[in-house]
């Protein structure tokens, strides 16, 4: 991207009066490099360089960017419509290219920055905006993202909080327990786990930095020491009452239940405080869908036959439950809150979640109901089935040394 000047319908190089940008992550799975070799798939790369600048001829500026899976197009968005040029190169790289007499197809994300929308005429910056834009396309799975003048800071504001939690790591993050009671005696038989990260002097929720951790992996240090923090946790809580047991709740995604170092480490922790496998409910949001006959499905179905409780969190929220409830060895089954919440209102709801309740109970599954105000929700909760239960009326999340046990 030397000379970041366009080339207008007429032909003559000018800088553009209204700037467009549109930058090209081109084999963004990496599919190309591994089967086709370096030497190969850089030629692809250049023949989708020259495909691209022929298509679009003499209405656009199509270089390298800074990779060379990155093309980038300069063009006058007052000469040419932003959708029009857009349009183009998608429509030409859905065509194979050639190399050697062989053709290949080339996966590609495309990002869109033009001066209007984004705000900024700087060509620069409106590169910077459009690979932005091409990254907000390959995380969202979309083929197009045009980038709005908030993209670049808030990347910027996604950059900071991943090295924020890169630091907090080992220090900063602390969990918080929540009961789970039996419905009909309404005792606290166990405690769900919640991660909490201390910003200083806030103590942020998982919404806020969860989808960060998750996506540079830091979930996984994150997460092993979570689980060790609330298994810790048990075994004191099991020491002060010997008259009873609890269990603890702690929350899987897909990505940790896909680590090969998560089953040797509950299996240590087990052995370590000396714990019921049974204690330990293994919780899977329904809407983490968890391919079949993948590693995480190994791990769980690893950690049922150690004895631990399978759990699927938040039923109702997606589609993969029934699935989930006949292909997984399921246990426990919670209701979203947001079913719970509505029951009072909706009589159609109910039957919905009385049909959940009466499969969960012929398969021998327990049933929480999430999210749980007020006294006036227990006796149609029981009508309904559930077994257990758990929001702020039975008592909102709190760290261990507030919690004063029965």
């Known amino acids: 991207m030397d000379d970041l000047t366009a080339v207008t319908g007429t032909g003559a190089r000018s800088r553009p009066t209204e700037p467009g940008v549109i930058a090209i992550s081109l084999d963004h799975s990496g599919v190309l490099i591994p089967s ?18 022929s298509e679009l001829g003499d209405r656009a500026r199509v270089s390298s960017g800074p990779l060379d899976q990155v093309l980038v197009v300069l063009f006058d968005a007052a000469v040419v419509a932003a959708e ?10 859905s065509r194979p290219v050639s190399v050697d007499g062989r053709e290949f197809f080339v996966q590609s994300r495309v990002g869109l920055a033009t001066a209007a929308r984004f705000g900024d005429s700087d060509p620069k910056i409106l ?28 990347l910027r504001r996604e950059v900071e909080l991943r090295t924020a939690i890169a630091k907090a790591v080992d220090t900063d993050f602390e969990m918080h327990y929540q009961p789970i009671v039996s419905l009909d005696s309404k005792e606290v038989l166990g405690y769900e786990s919640l991660l909490r990260w201390r ?30 923090a609330a298994l810790k946790q048990l075994d004191r809580w099991n020491e002060c009452t010997s008259s009873k047991s609890f269990f603890v709740a702690v929350n899987f995604s897909a990505r940790q239940l896909s680590d090969p170092v998560l089953l040797p480490h509950i299996e240590r922790l087990l052995a370590e405080f000396e714990i019921d496998p049974s204690a330990i409910w293994v919780e899977i949001t329904e809407q983490d869908l968890i391919k079949f006959a993948s590693p995480a499905v190994r791990t769980i179905e690893a950690l049922a036959e150690l004895g ?37 209102d909706q009589k159609s709801l109910r039957s919905i979640v009385e049909a959940i309740c009466d499969i969960s109970r012929a398969l021998g ?40 046990l029965a």
């Open 84 to 93: 029009d040029m857009t349009a183009a190169t998608i429509d030409r790289l």
């Open 308 to 344: 631990c409780t399978i759990c699927v969190d938040d039923l109702g929220t997606g589609f993969a439950a029934l699935r989930y409830l006949a292909d997984l060895p399921i246990s426990v089954v919670k209701i979203d809150r947001s079913l719970i919440s509505s029951l009072m």
């Open 127 to 154: 590169s910077e905006a459009a690979l932005g834009a091409a990254h907000i396309a390959i995380n969202t799975g979309v083929h197009c993202h045009e980038a709005d003048s908030a993209l670049l800071s808030e």
């Open 199 to 228: 910003a200083g002097d806030r103590l942020l929720a998982p919404g806020e930095f969860l989808e960060a951790a998750e996506e540079t992996s830091l979930i996984l240090p994150i997460g092993k020491a979570g689980t060790s």
């Open 365 to 404: 599954i327990d049933t929480v109901a999430e999210g749980v105000e007020s006294e006036d929700q227990l006796p149609l909760l029981k009508d309904l089935g559930f077994t257990h239960a758990q929001g702020y009326y039975f008592g909102r999340p709190a760290a261990a040394p507030d919690i004063a």
């Open 36 to 53: 086709l070799g370096f030497a190969t798939a850089r030629a692809v790369y250049s023949a989708a360089l020259d495909a691209v600048r």
